[in-house]
């Protein structure tokens, strides 16, 4: 009885949850993501067995999906890690109640199994089974196949959430099973030792020998039973929120910035902000990718060769944490924009402060990328081009664009699939700042004239940048209109 | 020191606040109660120029608040935690706000120090962050940088709630010296009918966005509260 009235308030939770109440524009989205990549799913699972005849004509197609499975299990369990989170503060309303600890606990453990992440992969996993091991061994053999696959899925789940209970979810874990994951690829590539063998002897045995099932029961039922005692132990309020609270580090701010007075202050204040929430600190994270971009493109002569393309490219390198982080500029201070709004400091240099910080990530990240010449010398003056018009025109788009976000950002949330405080204005913000760049170069790339398109990118820069003071005054106006607007919004919490 | 004119503030059609005329001398403490959606907050974030009225203005020096900061540098305020920055330690918020009131690392010190009293050794040398602390301790934090840079004007926003019994009679000896010292002016919302007619020399009650009484306090001010609100 008890789980059914717990469940039910999952039920409503989920129902009432904030995200229905957003921008209806972008659950359809979503919802359009989601879809598009459940199909490819399907078509996978339907097409697997084709494809792998294809690829490997001399072998069973079953052997070769299964020489994958290790592989698949590293794969789900670093997504787990990065993704998964055993959410024990929504048991809170409950602990003084008269309900055991233990049913609880079972319900906390047993909701995590109705992630529907757990299920996706059965997209692939089902068809597969229907088409491909049912023609090739036995119906039971495929039943037993996919109940063997269910408990694996389900022991990873369990085997994440204690490892994160236990040793914290600390991102460098996540890498080095990353780099083992990749090692092992690599030496499978090289023959040097072969995962895959292993993989296909252990999950082909079990379509020989059905009794091998119980295995991954036993396993799954042994991780079930060794989160639920540790759980349980450990259901008391101050564990419960243990990881809320943590001990201040003593990221003390660049002390370098101080001399610069209230600008500095300003800065050190931002710094801050992105060091020790959990949200801006996911951005920073992203920050190194952007710069990786290149590496996905410029080995491929199919973009090299379109140049458009490469302004994308160029775009995004130098300025992918100035849209990324920019597009909320001001939403970030939004858990403490009343006292911005009073405390006596000129508007002018709180604009400064965030105008030099993006600017010297911006800088930072051209320096930075320029090896990418080696690739190509003339990507050396793409990048640059597109370097200028960050840095003299879309910089300014961020600044202005930034004050149509008046929803409050709850810094303590992570951003993975985070959609607390996003708008259709964050979409729309971006789209010319990626665009008009590409727009203004490709009329002269058709015709023959790259290098003026180039210039003409530069010189738009360059203008911006030195129209600096006359687009900061603009700015700081519109800023004045705009400040009751997204004080209003930012106090709806 | 701050004049209000034919000030009206209207959400969804009602209209939450609505004083035609009301004005708080230099040196006056004022305190202003009333029932939950009486307008205080409202009226406290009117005077911060936080929210624009519908009508009418708020002048402070004889400046309106509204399009001016002027009165920033001689106002210090705090209504709620939207004040405090949560992610830094109480040292780091107490000194980013001194420095933006020009406040050198040793003066900063000096004050926190007078303050020592309030803070019971739990607010200072904690590394932890403000969204850490407890309710009490970080509305401590919000009232004292509030007074930070020798504000001219106080603006705070039931000042008493969370805070423990000691604390709540530190900080009326605080207020009270504030008055005597300097002549600050403040503008004081509570709930506590009590407290407010101890340090306020004059209390406004507010209902429904109107000004039902204006009275100067004297020995008999809390009762004539206590029976305006029995039910």
């Given at each position: ?19 229905w ?52 299990i ?6 787990r ?23 609880l ?13 757990n ?24 039943f ?54 292993i993989?296909?002897?252990i ?23 060794i ?7 450990a259901?008391?309020?101050e ?24 600008i ?7 710094i ?29 002569p ?12 160029g775009?995004?390198?130098s300025?992918?944490f100035?849209m990324s982080?920019g ?10 924009f009343?006292?911005?709004?009073t ?5 002018q ?19 930075v990328?320029?090896p ?11 990048n ?7 840095l ?16 409050y950002?709850?810094?303590?949330k992570?951003?993975k ?14 789209l ?7 727009l203004?170069?490709?009329?002269f ?5 790259p ?6 990118l ?31 919004g930012?106090?709806?919490? | ?24 001398q ?34 402070s ?26 992610f ?19 003066d ?14 739990e607010?200072?040398?904690q590394?932890k ?30 000042p ?18 504030l008055?005597?010292?300097y ?6 919302s509570?709930h ?14 507010l ?25």
């Amino acid at each position: 009885m008890i789980y059914k009235w717990l469940y039910q308030n999952k039920w409503k939770e989920s129902l009432r949850s904030s995200i229905w109440q957003k921008n209806l524009a972008i659950n359809i989205i979503m919802g359009i993501f989601i879809l598009y990549f459940l199909l490819n799913f399907l078509f996978l699972g339907i097409f697997a067995d084709k494809i792998l005849m294809e690829i490997f004509p001399d072998e069973n197609p079953v052997n070769k999906f299964n020489s994958f499975l290790l592989y698949f299990i590293g794969i789900d369990l670093i997504i787990r890690f990065i993704g998964q989170t055993l959410p024990t503060l929504s048991i809170q309303p409950y602990l003084h109640l008269p309900v055991k600890r233990s049913n609880l606990m079972h319900y906390l453990l047993g909701r995590s199994l109705v992630n529907p992440l757990n299920y996706a992969y059965f997209i692939i996993f089902i068809p597969f089974a229907l088409i491909s091991v049912a023609s090739n061994y036995s119906g039971l053999a495929a039943f037993l196949w996919l109940v063997m696959l269910f408990f694996i899925v389900f022991f990873d789940n369990y085997l994440i959430t204690y490892v994160k209970r236990q040793f914290g979810s600390k991102p460098l874990i996540a890498v080095c099973l990353g780099i083992i994951l990749a090692a092992l690829i690599l030496m499978d590539r090289y023959h040097i030792f072969s995962l895959k063998d292993i993989s296909e002897k252990i999950f082909t045995s079990i379509l020989i020998h059905p009794l091998l099932v119980v295995i991954p029961l036993i396993a799954f039922a042994a991780i079930y039973f060794i989160n639920f005692s540790f759980l349980k132990n450990a259901a008391y309020l101050e564990e419960v929120s243990k990881n809320t609270s943590k001990k201040a580090v003593s990221t003390s701010g660049i002390s370098f910035f101080n001399r610069f007075g209230v600008i500095g202050e300003l800065m050190n204040l931002e710094i801050k902000l992105m060091t020790r929430n959990k949200r801006p600190k996911s951005i920073i994270y992203m920050t190194p990718l952007f710069l990786l971009y290149g590496f996905f493109f410029y080995p491929q002569p199919t973009y090299m060769n379109h140049d458009s393309m490469l302004i994308f490219v160029g775009i995004f390198i130098s300025g992918g944490f100035m849209m990324s982080y920019g597009n909320y500029l001001i939403s970030w201070e939004s858990c403490y924009f009343d006292a911005l709004l009073t405390k006596s400091f000129d508007f002018q240099k709180y604009f400064q402060a965030k105008y030099t910080l993006l600017v010297t990530v911006t800088i930072i990240s051209f320096l930075v990328t320029i090896p990418y010449l080696f690739f190509d010398i003339k990507l050396l003056y793409i990048n640059f081009a597109c370097f200028l018009f960050n840095l003299g025109f879309n910089i300014n788009i961020v600044l202005y664009f930034a004050m149509n976000n008046k929803k409050y950002l709850d810094l303590s949330k992570s951003a993975k699939f985070n959609y607390q405080g996003v708008g259709m204005s964050n979409f729309i913000v971006i789209l010319p700042m990626m665009l008009l760049p590409i727009l203004l170069f490709v009329p002269f790339s058709l015709f023959g004239f790259p290098q003026i398109g180039l210039i003409v990118l530069g010189s738009i820069g360059l203008i911006g940048i030195a129209l600096y003071k006359p687009l900061h005054a603009m700015i700081i106006r519109r800023f004045y209109v705009k400040k009751y607007e997204m004080a209003e919004g930012f106090r709806q919490r | 020191m701050i004049k209000v004119n034919n000030l009206t503030k209207i959400y969804n059609g009602t209209c939450v606040l609505n004083i035609s005329n009301l004005s708080v001398q230099k040196g006056e403490s004022f305190g202003l109660v009333g029932n939950n959606g009486a307008g205080k907050t409202t009226f406290f974030r009117l005077i911060l120029d936080l929210i624009r009225a519908n009508s009418g203005e708020i002048t402070s020096k004889d400046i309106n608040v509204a399009g001016n900061e002027g009165w920033k540098h001689y106002t210090g305020s705090y209504l709620d935690e939207a004040f405090l920055i949560e992610f830094l330690t109480a040292e780091e918020y107490f000194n980013f706000i001194g420095k933006l009131h020009n406040m050198s690392k040793g003066d900063i010190a000096e004050f926190l120090n007078l303050h020592a009293d309030l803070f019971n050794d739990e607010i200072l040398g904690q590394k932890k962050y403000i969204r850490d602390f407890s309710k009490g301790n970080q509305k401590k934090i919000g009232i004292i940088a509030a007074m930070m840079g020798n504000p001219e004007v106080l603006i705070l926003d039931e000042p008493f709630t969370n805070l423990d019994p000691s604390s709540q009679i530190r900080l009326k000896k605080i207020l009270r010296e504030l008055k005597a010292k300097y002549d600050v002016t403040m503008l004081i919302s509570s709930h506590d009918l009590m407290h407010v007619t101890e340090v306020c020399e004059r209390i406004v009650v507010l209902e429904k966005g109107l000004v039902v009484n204006d009275l100067v306090t004297n020995e008999n001010t809390l009762k004539q509260l206590e029976n305006y609100f029995a039910v």
